[in-house]
């Protein structure tokens, strides 16, 4: 498979039963791995935010396979805990397709959309 440039949005959402704490050890153990494994599609930036309730991200993918971002739901989702999720965008640059994931402990599940302007 090619490389191709995209843009990429996400967020997860925490299990409600987590405490504070567990919150923010949740939160800095994400972002650490997102940082971790965005680090080789070469991101010209990552943007993190949290609100207490859920972590929002967006970064801008140099190079990249769609594929390889399957890992990275793999990845954040073994750091999830029962009734967490996330979800994730990646929009292609040149007009390619739209590729979204929802994905918890358990897995991911994945769609693509092509389409022609």
């Keep these: 498979m090619a490389d191709v440039c995209g843009d990429l949005v996400g967020e997860?959402?925490?299990s409600s039963d987590l405490?504070?704490?567990?919150?923010?050890?949740?939160?800095?153990?994400l972002q650490e791995r997102l940082e971790c494994v965005l680090a080789?599609?070469?991101?010209?930036?990552l943007e993190v935010r949290t609100t207490g309730d859920e972590l929002v991200f967006v970064s801008s993918l140099t190079v990249c396979q769609v594929e390889e971002l399957r890992e990275v739901c793999r990845v954040l989702g073994e750091l999830l805990g029962p009734g967490?999720?996330?979800?994730m965008v990646f929009v292609e640059h040149r007009f390619g397709p739209v590729t979204g994931w929802i994905f918890t402990?358990?897995?991911?599940?994945?769609?693509?959309?092509?389409?022609?302007?």
């Design 12 to 14: 997860i959402r925490y």
């Design 19 to 29: 405490t504070f704490e567990e919150v923010g050890e949740l939160e800095v153990s």
């Design 40 to 45: 080789d599609f070469n991101p010209v930036y």
């Design 84 to 87: 967490a999720k996330g979800r």
């Design 105 to 117: 402990a358990l897995g991911y599940d994945e769609t693509e959309v092509f389409g022609q302007i």
